[in-house]
């Protein structure tokens, strides 16, 4: 199939441009940008006017709860939100049930995806078996299956020298290793973020040092170990400060935050919203715009949808009981447009954030548009609004604190290896 993408605003954070070029896509892959290579003829001519053409999203946190929990998303509604939203690649946590600490489990997720022929989809794994923080998996096995790094999602270690250990292996290897930092004493039973909501509604609160004193018993061990460390969803002033002084020392730390957690605060709970209950928790307004400013500086390498569709039925409870997480695949890129609008951030940079630098922690080649690369793509109307309803949204999890509200930015076609997996009329 040969596709000419014709009269778009062709934006490649990668390689600085930002133009009305052409794009020229053969065999599933990018064969030329501006003009036509010789003799190229086109199967399909794709009219991209008044269209943004940007790489194809890389989202950094995507639960797509297989194996395990189909109970409460599938793996096809999944990668149909995925590439609803514009996302062709996504990495997705080890948190399934069982957890992603076997080669084979890995190489099942790995096909199944694969036979869907939608996103691409990099495995997380394990960093201890079953995700107990006791015992070690075996790293070199899990990145043969593919695994693109290892994390123990938001498990914590059971013993210190257990996560110094595991440290030091993957430094050993070139393993990168994905922490949310977050003490598990300190966070204990609390739902909300320790601040004046928390107190006005009764809640049990997470205070911001339960952020804090892990990070620093992290960036301690990383600096310790030499570990490449990605840290994942930071949600305080004081964790990104603390981030952006270890970038400083020369550290070889990455670090993201959720989209959700660059537009609300703890005051969005309002009278319990439990589609607001979300973990880490949102945090205050200061807390909030820190995260904005570092998004903008670039000591936040990349914003994640933080995708964690959760059962109806579970978020019917209340506040406290209520299950953390909300649907994000559909909506990280309006909400990164609504963030770039707001605090004055060129496309071109926002784009990046979702793109090309979180291809980077990945460390895959994703997230631009060179010739002699893959083809994909997402093609989206900037200037588009759209009503967020639960009934046109693809994901199984529904859930979301944006629902009924007004967002801009619009995907109107994706493209995997060349294929137009989804277009919008």
């Known amino acids: 199939m040969k596709i000419h993408i014709k009269g778009g605003r062709l934006i490649d954070p990668k390689s600085g441009v930002d133009a009305k070029k052409d794009l020229y896509i053969a065999a599933g892959k990018i064969v030329a940008v501006g003009n036509p290579p010789n003799g190229f003829t086109a199967n399909r001519v794709i009219d991209a006017t008044g269209l943004v053409v940007c790489p194809g999203l890389v989202d950094l946190a995507a639960r797509l ?8 998303a599938t793996l096809e509604s999944e990668m149909e939100a995925a590439i609803a939203g514009g996302v062709t690649s996504l990495a997705c946590p080890p948190d399934t049930d069982p957890p992603l600490d076997e080669p084979g489990l890995v190489e099942m997720l790995k096909h199944r995806a694969q036979n869907l022929n939608q996103a691409r989809v990099y495995p997380v794994g394990a960093l201890t078996q079953g995700l107990k923080g006791e015992r070690l998996t075996e790293m070199a096995e899990l990145v043969d299956a593919g695994c693109v790094a290892f994390s123990q999602a938001d498990a914590p270690f059971a013993d210190s ?42 809640l049990q609160g997470i205070p911001v040092c339960a952020e804090t004193v892990a990070l620093s018993t992290m960036l301690i061990l990383a600096r310790e170990t030499g570990a490449r460390v990605h840290f994942a969803r930071l949600s305080s002033a004081e964790g990104v400060e603390m981030v952006r002084k270890a970038k400083r020392e020369g550290l070889p730390v990455t670090c993201d935050i959720a989209i959700h957690h660059a537009h609300l605060t703890e005051m969005d709970i309002g009278y319990f919203d439990s589609n607001c209950r979300l973990d880490p928790p949102l945090r205050s307004q200061r807390d909030r715009d820190a995260l904005r400013a570092a998004l903008a500086d670039g000591t936040v390498d990349a914003a994640c949808s933080d995708h964690t569709p959760v059962d109806e039925d579970a978020k019917q409870l209340p506040f406290a009981e209520a299950e953390p997480g909300a649907t994000g695949l559909e909506l990280l890129l309006p909400l990164t447009l609504k963030w770039a609008e707001e605090s004055g951030t060129a496309l071109s940079a926002a784009l990046a954030r979702i793109t090309s630098q979180p291809a980077r922690v990945l460390n895959v080649d994703a997230g631009h548009l060179t010739p002699g690369h893959a083809a994909d793509i997402c093609l989206f109307d900037a200037e588009r609004h759209w009503r967020v309803a639960s009934e046109s949204l693809k994901s199984q999890g529904k859930n979301t604190p944006y629902i009924g509200l007004e967002v801009k930015g619009k995907v109107r076609y994706t493209l995997v290896d060349g294929q137009v997996v989804y277009e919008v009329k």
């Open 65 to 72: 709860r297989e194996p395990g929990f189909e109970y409460l």
């Open 161 to 202: 020298q257990v996560f110094y250990h595991a440290l030091q292996y993957a430094a050993t290897f070139g393993f990168p290793v994905w922490l949310r930092p977050q003490d598990p004493a300190l966070a204990r039973h609390g739902v909300a973020h320790d601040g004046p909501v928390a107190t006005r509604c009764g």
